[in-house]
């Protein structure tokens, strides 16, 4: 089976080069080719001789995902639906923001974890996603991107499925995208989030990068997690906390908790000063999530009011937090909710 292009950095392809036998300077023309211009086919790398186009066309594939949809917001979220060659299909979402543009990208085919929020995780898990389907996605949103002259600014790995249940893929991802070959994205603008796989916490801690990492935490006690969130089981709240406070004195850098609110399950004033409690003290940032609607799970939303009031408890608590804003409110912006649509996992 071919490779795909976007699965090599410039040392993979270095190495591919080298055993070809063409002199290595190749490797950064290739690079050049497929993250500063962009081509889609190996006839536009004009610079390369043809044997060796040949020759690349013979060992990778190019087209790794097929744009099925594109659904674009009012406020300019875009959302595609990505079809792999196996005929899944996955989601990439494109957002705005005042600092700039960022991309969310996919790491699985579904997803296995379970939390009771998430459409995402309604098939379970069908795939890990290759390094190059992930790279892919960035890239076709940049492509998309180009149209309008604008750039991807930051990556948030927080799609479908548990990066740290794919970690090696995530972390050959954020190299590729990383190096000044490839596109280019500041480490300070990757954030991997995690559903709380504690040894890869561990193993992310002692990576040497800037990257950022995000745990969704989503509960202040073991018991409403490990009902809201099935991995709490394996991974208790006390050893998740461990490894975050491991994280936070080996790196030096601010973590940040996802907290999906969540109608009268999660979003009280006691459970925002549990919350407040155990995380005093911590350098972190609470981002707090009015949750999507999921139509089979039949979540209410957190009045705007009651959201007010559990930001201003963990503020008494010293917890930094921000109330995301809900984008693409106008697509089928809730992660997973596209792709489940059209594999028929949900209802219309
Ligand atoms: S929230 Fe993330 S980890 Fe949880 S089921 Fe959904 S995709 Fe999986």
């Given at each position: 089976?071919?490779?795909?292009?976007?699965?090599?950095?410039?040392?993979?392809?270095?190495?591919?080069i080298k055993s070809q036998g063409h002199p290595t300077f190749r490797s950064k023309q290739i690079m050049e080719w497929l993250y500063s211009k962009r081509v889609t086919s190996f006839?536009?790398?004009?610079?390369?001789?043809?044997?060796?186009?040949?020759?690349?066309?013979?060992?990778?594939?190019?087209?790794?995902?097929?744009?099925?949809?594109?659904?674009?917001?009012?406020?300019?979220?875009?959302?595609?639906?990505?079809?792999?060659?196996?005929?899944?299909?996955?989601?990439?979402?494109?957002?705005?923001?005042?600092?700039?543009?960022?991309?969310?990208?996919?790491?699985?085919?579904?997803?296995?974890?379970?939390?009771?929020?998430?459409?995402?995780?309604?098939?379970?898990?069908?795939?890990?996603?290759?390094?190059?389907?992930?790279?892919?996605?960035?890239?076709?949103?940049?492509?998309?991107?180009?149209?309008?002259?604008?750039?991807?600014?930051?990556?948030?790995?927080?799609?479908?499925?548990?990066?740290?249940?794919?970690?090696?893929?995530?972390?050959?991802?954020?190299?590729?995208?990383?190096?000044?070959?490839?596109?280019?994205?500041?480490?300070?603008?990757?954030?991997?989030?995690?559903?709380?796989?504690?040894p890869n916490i561990y193993r992310f801690a002692d990576e040497d990068w800037q990257v950022r990492l995000a745990i969704s935490l989503h509960a202040p006690n073991q018991d409403l997690?490990?009902?809201?969130?099935?991995?709490?089981?394996?991974?208790?709240?006390?050893?998740?906390?461990?490894?975050?406070?491991?994280?936070?004195?080996?790196?030096?850098?601010?973590?940040?908790?996802?907290?999906?609110?969540?109608?009268?399950?999660?979003?009280?004033?006691e459970q925002a000063h549990e919350l407040g409690k155990l995380l005093s003290g911590m350098n972190c940032l609470v981002n707090l999530i009015p949750v999507n609607f999921v139509p089979?799970?039949?979540?209410?939303?957190?009045?705007?009011?009651?959201?007010?009031?559990?930001?201003?408890?963990?503020?008494?608590?010293?917890?930094?937090?921000?109330?995301?804003?809900?984008?693409?409110?106008?697509?089928?912006?809730?992660?997973?909710?596209?792709?489940?649509?059209?594999?028929?996992?949900?209802?219309?």
């Amino acid at each position: 089976m071919k490779s795909f292009v976007y699965d090599y950095g410039t040392e993979d392809w270095t190495k591919w080069i080298k055993s070809q036998g063409h002199p290595t300077f190749r490797s950064k023309q290739i690079m050049e080719w497929l993250y500063s211009k962009r081509v889609t086919s190996f006839d536009e790398m004009t610079n390369l001789p043809k044997t060796l186009r040949e020759e690349l066309a013979r060992y990778f594939e190019f087209e790794t995902l097929e744009t099925i949809t594109t659904q674009t917001s009012q406020d300019g979220t875009v959302k595609f639906l990505f079809g792999l060659h196996d005929k899944n299909a996955i989601e990439t979402v494109i957002m705005r923001h005042q600092y700039g543009i960022s991309v969310c990208v996919t790491t699985q085919v579904g997803c296995r974890i379970g939390c009771t929020f998430c459409a995402s995780t309604l098939g379970g898990l069908k795939r890990n996603l290759t390094t190059g389907e992930i790279v892919a996605q960035v890239v076709k949103a940049q492509q998309h991107l180009d149209q309008t002259g604008e750039r991807v600014k930051s990556v948030v790995i927080m799609g479908s499925g548990e990066p740290f249940e794919n970690y090696d893929a995530t972390i050959q991802f954020v190299r590729i995208i990383n190096e000044e070959n490839g596109l280019n994205i500041g480490q300070r603008h990757i954030t991997v989030s995690t559903s709380g796989v504690v040894p890869n916490i561990y193993r992310f801690a002692d990576e040497d990068w800037q990257v950022r990492l995000a745990i969704s935490l989503h509960a202040p006690n073991q018991d409403l997690r490990s009902r809201l969130m099935p991995i709490n089981r394996r991974f208790p709240l006390k050893d998740l906390l461990t490894a975050c406070w491991y994280y936070l004195q080996k790196t030096g850098r601010r973590l940040t908790f996802e907290y999906a609110l969540i109608g009268e399950k999660n979003d009280q004033d006691e459970q925002a000063h549990e919350l407040g409690k155990l995380l005093s003290g911590m350098n972190c940032l609470v981002n707090l999530i009015p949750v999507n609607f999921v139509p089979e799970r039949n979540f209410v939303r957190t009045p705007k009011k009651q959201i007010f009031a559990f930001q201003r408890i963990l503020e008494s608590y010293h917890v930094s937090t921000t109330i995301r804003r809900e984008q693409g409110h106008d697509i089928d912006a809730a992660c997973g909710q596209l792709r489940a649509k059209q594999q028929g996992l949900l209802e219309k």
